[in-house]
């Protein structure tokens, strides 16, 4: 609960009568199998939601604990499972073709997942758009580069794909309650560019960053899955 994305998705669950039990890894070591099976069995979950990072075991034991139960298990993965690509966009069919360490790790983490609970759900998410800078979101990070650089370059032909938290947490807190396993691709991106999105951020922000339009990267990464139902990006960026 110390994450950018399940404090949100945790908020909203409490606001709808939910009573949320945060994982405390200083208390419960993810390391330690029995110490995590005992939380859980103290805790008698309804429902499992991973929003961490931490270990594939450690995914694994969670959706192995959850399927013993008969509960549902979220866990959170990535559009970085998939390789960088110009031609988008990217559908459920699409293979995971990713080489960097990270989408190696989250396909690892979702293979173990699967195979301890077949039901999972599994949400491969977006880059998150926060409000204010200070966590693991694209708002952050154009703070923290126009800080060091003075200067935003953004790029008219990548295609990000993307999401405002609140939208990832009610798009998450949907697939809870619906509770049908499988894999979801959930981006609100339909159409803009990471050049218009800066744009319509800075001018939502006040104006705090120079944003400078280049040429690359080119690249298509925005994810469609009809089953999933998100108001799109440009009602939130009021283009
Ligand atoms: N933010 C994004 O733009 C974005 C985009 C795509 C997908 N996602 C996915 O969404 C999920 C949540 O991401 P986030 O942005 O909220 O992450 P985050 O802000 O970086 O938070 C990560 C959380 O993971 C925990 N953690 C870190 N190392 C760990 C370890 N070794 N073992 C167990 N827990 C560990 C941290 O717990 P402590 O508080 O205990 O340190 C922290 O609460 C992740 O699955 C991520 O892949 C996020």
Not at 53 to 58: I, L, N, R, V
Not at 130 to 142: E, I, K, R, W, Y
Not at 211 to 239: G, K, N, S, Y
Request: hydrophobic share 40%.
């Amino acid at each position: 609960m110390n994450g950018t994305v399940a404090p949100v998705l945790g908020n909203r669950l409490g606001a709808a009568g939910w009573d949320v039990v945060p994982w405390d890894r200083s208390a419960v070591s993810p390391d330690d199998a029995s110490a995590c099976r005992r939380f859980i069995g103290d805790v008698n979950p309804s429902v499992i939601a991973h929003l961490a990072m931490g270990a594939p075991d450690w995914a694994g034991l969670m959706a192995e604990e959850a399927a013993s139960r008969g509960i549902p298990f979220l866990f959170t993965s990535t559009v970085s499972v998939y390789a960088d690509r110009t031609v988008g966009p990217i559908t459920v069919d699409s293979p995971t073709d990713s080489t960097s360490e990270y989408g190696r790790y989250k396909i690892d983490c979702e293979e173990r997942t699967r195979r301890s609970y077949p039901d999972a759900i599994i949400a491969r998410l977006g880059w998150q758009i926060g409000d204010a800078p200070g966590s693991n979101t694209m708002v952050h990070h154009l703070y923290d580069v126009a800080g060091h650089v003075g200067t935003v370059e953004a790029s008219t032909r990548w295609f990000p794909a993307c999401s405002f938290l609140g939208d990832t947490a009610a798009v998450l807190h949907g697939l809870i309650e619906r509770s049908v396993g499988g894999t979801y691709l959930v981006d609100s991106n339909r159409r803009s560019s990471f050049f218009e999105i800066v744009s319509a951020l800075n001018r939502i922000h006040g104006h705090p960053w120079r944003v400078e339009p280049i040429d690359e990267p080119i690249l298509d990464m925005r994810m469609v899955d009809e089953r999933i139902d998100a108001p799109p990006l440009t009602t939130r960026l009021q283009v």
